[in-house]
């Protein structure tokens, strides 16, 4: 019999299993990048192998087969996900799933994986969101049956929007007559998954190690393939417990190469921009890696474009003065070719329709530009959930994963040039060089609007932290307040961004900047995240998780003491019923009498932190001290009182 | 009362009032500012345009509001995402209160002066 580490063995020996392409030169060729992680199985301690070979001294093997299993099956998925390089386990315990917890620490030696703590599902789940935007490959989540995948569904959902690939355990027990009576009962399902299979790429309820094995393969390659996304696999309690007598087979693994879009329709593409007058690229959900960001430029320079980084991903270097999107709207307005990269809603970004009581949408660009779509839009598609937003018709939809194409694209480009029509393009770099400093002017301008005032405007709050993190190697985890770091910090990696929730689910913040910054870890990053007050109290106890497992993260609170988001609604339903004078808008959506006090909730769970601050000028020895706590290791946060934008 | 004649009488009261005359240095009365900021806060305008005017998912008002008669005129008949306060939400005498907050706002500090911005 093969016994699981042969079985590792062979994995290592013939997997290239990893994460996704991290190129740093732009290539022509094909995105077959798949670096190679190192298996991490570790070999079983004495003790371990005693434990799993030997009939215990003073036991009969009839009795040692009665009180205890040594060959766990439950041990065998562990070696299968050690071998997918899965690094982190994050979950909340939960008797469904106590075989495969019991292996990952004692047999796995709680090391890739290793099991992370967490007090709501939601939290484990947003944490391996933020965790893949950083780490270009999916951690897991473990959940209590029924019960966890409920508490789980919502960060799942975001997780779904945001193309972030995930792996989620969902405990379960099948086999009803085997059931004890109580919590297996009431926490089983016929079949779990179907509360999320709306909005997940995969599922699937392996009944035998052979076939967990085969779905776990499964199951990493569909997340990892773009349009990447959340994958579950349901882990049966009864299969992880029992003995394992079966000698599962090793599949070869070998990952699937993103879908480029077709030669004839790049080369289409590529006249239609290289005759272009005033062409312009809108990218959303784009660069999946950094290699994403520098195929974007190269094609940029080649036509002299200007980008509008609508902020799905870091996608743009924002120093760079091809950067416009604080001039979108005169772009759009002007330009006679649109080419969108992988757009989360490109019908909204080139037709407005606005909040009045009559809703009429009008067209934000000349009725004679044409329209190109490269993306992965129209590859995977579900149904019930809206999140795929309203249809556009284009001239010309290609289907194939953006960042992938790219250098195809480009290629084509330089192709359908002429000598005289290279010259023409290149003499658009004079004025776009002008409008981008004269866009860059006007932004400092505008962060000067209350710069001194308190509550502390979002413009002095993100200068402020920028001014004290700038001369490190630093990753904005969280939101961009107010938009003023993607227009004011200088944003030239592609971890200095991660983009945002995806499905706009409220309570993705704090746990994705946790798990972001436990994927920046190895690198040394300064993790830094604005952290909304309305999102912090969906389930604060992530802040444990990141004392609990030395995850280095400075927290700046956006604390305007509201849901202003809602505010603004009820106030605009108010006026358009000629009512609401006496600041009704604010029930329901305030926290107020009294207020949140966010230092001492953190403090609670053991994270360093100082505030609440109201005076600007009080922020920076503030932010100086808890910089010092992050770069020694350990969390922080700032409690500032802030405007509402 | 015809509204040209209706916004002559309130502007010649707000400039009484206040005791300036529209793009014109301000003397502030106190009453008026406070009762201004009041309503500013209460029917949610710093909700978009932040405590001070100073803008944020809205336009700046302040400093140097527009003038009088176009910020009434804006908050009537919004041309854009804003929605309209009618005068059963917000009177003509709470609008220049409004008006008077929005001119007693100080300047911002220039750019050049702020080195984490200009990077001096």
């Known amino acids: 019999m093969k016994n699981r580490r042969d079985f590792i063995k062979g994995v290592a020996a013939a997997s290239t299993v990893s994460g996704v392409a991290v190129e740093s030169k732009i290539s022509a060729k094909p995105v077959q990048t798949q670096t190679v992680s190192a298996v991490s199985a570790l070999p079983p301690s004495s003790y371990v192998e005693a434990m799993e070979s030997d009939v215990p001294e003073g036991y009969s093997e009839a009795q040692a087969t009665h009180y205890f299993v040594r060959n766990a099956t439950s041990d065998f998925m562990v070696d299968v996900v050690k071998s997918l390089g899965v690094e982190y386990i994050a979950s909340n315990p939960g008797s469904s799933h106590r075989g495969f917890q019991e292996s990952v620490v004692n047999h796995g030696g709680n090391s890739s994986p290793e099991w992370l703590t967490c007090l709501h599902e939601e939290s484990s789940v947003a944490m391996s969101h933020g965790y893949a935007k950083i780490a270009y490959k999916p951690m897991a989540m473990a959940c209590h049956s029924t019960v966890g995948l409920q508490h789980a569904s919502m960060a799942i959902y975001n997780a779904f929007c945001d193309r972030a690939p995930l792996i989620v355990f969902g405990g379960n027990h099948l086999d009803a007559a085997d059931r004890r009576p109580g919590a297996e009962w009431s926490h089983a399902a016929q079949d779990p998954a179907k509360l999320v299979r709306d909005f997940i790429k995969w599922d699937d309820t392996p009944v035998s190690a052979q076939h967990f094995v085969e779905s776990m393969m499964r199951a990493y390659k569909v997340a990892m393939t773009p349009p990447m996304g959340p994958v579950v696999i349901i882990l049966d309690g009864h299969l992880q417990e029992k003995e394992l007598n079966s000698a599962p087979t090793i599949p070869n693994f070998a990952p699937t190469v993103p879908p480029q879009g077709e030669i004839g329709a790049l080369r289409e593409a590529a006249r239609l921009l290289v005759d272009a007058e005033r062409p312009v690229i809108l990218a959303d959900r784009m660069a999946r890696t950094p290699a994403g960001m520098n195929r974007l430029v190269e094609l940029a320079e080649t036509l002299q474009v200007p980008i509008v980084d609508r902020g799905g991903r870091m996608n743009f270097p924002n120093n760079h003065y091809l950067a416009q999107s604080g001039r979108s709207g005169q772009l759009i307005r002007e330009a006679d070719v649109i080419l969108g990269l992988e757009m989360y809603d490109f019908w909204g970004s080139v037709n407005s329709m606005r909040d009045l009581v009559h809703r009429e949408s009008r067209s934000r660009m000349q009725s004679n530009a044409k329209l190109i779509s490269l993306g992965v839009n129209d590859l995977y598609l579900k149904s019930n959930y809206q999140y795929f937003q309203r249809f556009l018709p284009v001239d010309l939809s290609i289907g194939g994963d953006a960042e992938a194409t790219l250098p195809s694209l480009t290629e084509e480009v330089r192709r359908a040039m002429s000598a005289s029509r290279r010259s023409q393009i290149a003499d658009r770099k004079k004025d776009l060089q002008i409008a981008y400093g004269k866009m860059m002017d006007q932004t400092r301008r505008r962060a000067t609007y209350g710069w001194n005032q308190s509550p502390i405007s979002t413009a002095r709050l993100s200068m402020e932290v920028w001014n004290q993190i700038k001369d490190h190697d630093w990753s904005l985890v969280g939101k961009a307040i107010g938009q003023w770091p993607r227009r004011l910090w200088e944003m030239d990696q592609h971890h200095h961004y991660i983009g945002s929730s995806g499905g706009g689910g409220v309570g993705y913040g704090a746990p994705a900047s946790v798990g972001a910054a436990l994927a920046n870890r190895e690198h040394g990053r300064l993790s830094v995240s604005f952290q909304a007050d309305g999102d912090i109290n969906y389930a604060p106890g992530v802040f444990w998780t990141a004392a609990h497992h030395r995850i280095p993260l400075l927290s700046v609170m956006h604390n305007n003491r509201a849901y202003h988001q809602e505010v603004m609604h009820l106030q605009r339903i108010a006026t358009r019923r000629q009512r609401g004078a006496d600041g009704s808008a604010k029930v329901g959506n305030t926290f107020e009498d009294p207020f949140i006090d966010y230092a001492t909730l953190v403090k609670s769970y053991g994270i360093w932190s100082t505030g609440p601050i109201s005076d600007p000028t009080d922020l920076e020895p503030a932010l100086k001290r808890a910089v010092d706590v992050v770069s020694n290791g350990e969390p922080a946060l700032v409690d500032v009182i802030c405007q509402p934008r | ?120």
């Open chain 2, 1 to 120: 009362m015809n509204s040209k004649l209706h916004f002559f009488l309130v502007f010649c009261s707000v400039a009484i009032l206040v005791g300036t005359v529209v793009g014109g240095p301000a003397v502030q009365d106190d009453d008026l500012v406070e009762r201004g900021e009041k309503h500013f806060i209460e029917v949610g305008c710093f909700q978009c345009h932040g405590y001070q005017g100073q803008g944020g998912a809205g336009p700046r008002l302040a400093p140097d509001p527009i003038s009088l008669e176009n910020f009434i005129r804006i908050v009537r008949r919004p041309p854009n995402v804003m929605p309209a306060y009618s005068p059963k939400v917000l009177s003509e005498e709470q609008l220049e209160q409004i008006y008077a907050y929005m001119e007693s706002i100080s300047q911002d500090p220039d750019v050049s002066t702020i080195e984490i911005l200009s990077g001096q």
